[in-house]
């Protein structure tokens, strides 16, 4: 009886492709996938290692300051290592570079970078909001201010670390992160298409977290009261709102208590 040899079709020669693509060896064909040889397998050589190129090339942008601290050939050799460990399951670029601190483990300074850059781009990202200004405190009602309560920015980003990134963010420096004295809270958000940074307070980053998880302002006062004397407090929650504001934190007030 003859055997009648069957062309792949052109999803099984897609499929195949895309496993040639991104595997580390050789196509070979025990396991199904395409055979190639000649111009073919060296026209399959430059697609796998324009694939790699092009994530790397993602992962310099998405982690600038990393780059500038590891080095090229560093920062190659450990972009390998996480194209390895984390390969890109999304269509879009955007998400692949997400883990790679998970790679930097052993280095807590550059592990706290990575993860610093990465909330920056998802500030950039974030979605747009109109911003509350001072104007908008004049007409509320003594009685409103107990339950006032806040809806922060969509690009805001709070990071705990123990490293002082400051150096690196301001462009004085390319050495690894010094350790701080103990960990902060560094606050990221977007004003005007440029993610702006600082580092907060000890009382404000816990303020700050109050205000997400939707305390008022008389539970933000409260929340104060753990780090100011009484006499202190209302005009340390005023500032605050009012940095908050200016700074372009807030994009919604709400006077009446959350159901």
């Given amino acids: 009886m003859m055997s009648v040899h069957r062309a792949p079709s052109l999803l099984q020669a897609q499929q195949w492709l895309q496993r040639?693509?991104?595997?580390?060896?050789?196509?070979?064909?025990?396991?199904?996938r395409l055979v190639v040889a000649g111009d073919a397998e060296e026209g399959l050589r430059i697609y796998r290692e324009a694939y790699r190129l092009r994530l790397l090339e993602v992962l310099r942008d998405d982690y600038p300051l990393l780059h500038a601290v590891l080095g090229e050939d560093a920062f190659a050799r450990l972009g390998l290592r996480y194209l390895s460990a984390y390969p890109s399951r999304s269509p879009s670029a955007r998400w692949f570079g997400r883990d790679l601190r998970e790679l930097l483990a052993d280095r807590p300074a550059l592990a706290d970078l990575a993860g610093f850059e990465w909330l920056q781009g998802e500030?950039?990202?974030a979605a747009d909001a109109d911003v509350v200004v001072l104007e908008d405190l004049a007409g509320l009602p003594p009685d409103a201010w107990p339950e006032l309560r806040l809806t922060l920015h969509p690009s805001l980003r709070r990071r705990s670390g123990d490293h002082d990134l400051a150096?690196?963010?301001?462009?004085?420096?390319?050495?690894?992160?010094?350790?701080?004295?103990?960990?902060?809270?560094?606050?990221?958000?977007?004003?005007?298409?440029?993610?702006?940074?600082?580092?907060?307070?000890?009382?404000?980053?816990?303020?700050?977290?109050?205000?997400?998880?939707?305390?008022?302002?008389g539970g933000l006062c409260e929340r104060l009261c753990a780090w100011h004397e009484p006499e202190r407090v209302a005009l340390r929650a005023?500032?605050?709102?009012?940095r908050w504001i200016v700074d372009g934190l807030v994009s919604g007030l709400r006077s009446a208590p959350m159901s």
């Fill in 238 to 242: 005023a500032a605050l709102l009012k």
């Fill in 167 to 217: 150096p690196l963010l301001r462009g004085e420096s390319t050495d690894e992160p010094a350790r701080l004295t103990g960990a902060r809270t560094w606050l990221l958000w977007r004003r005007q298409r440029q993610v702006h940074w600082r580092l907060l307070d000890d009382d404000e980053a816990d303020a700050l977290q109050a205000v997400a998880m939707g305390a008022g302002f």
């Fill in 20 to 32: 040639s693509v991104l595997a580390e060896d050789e196509p070979v064909g025990a396991d199904g």
């Fill in 123 to 125: 500030c950039f990202d």
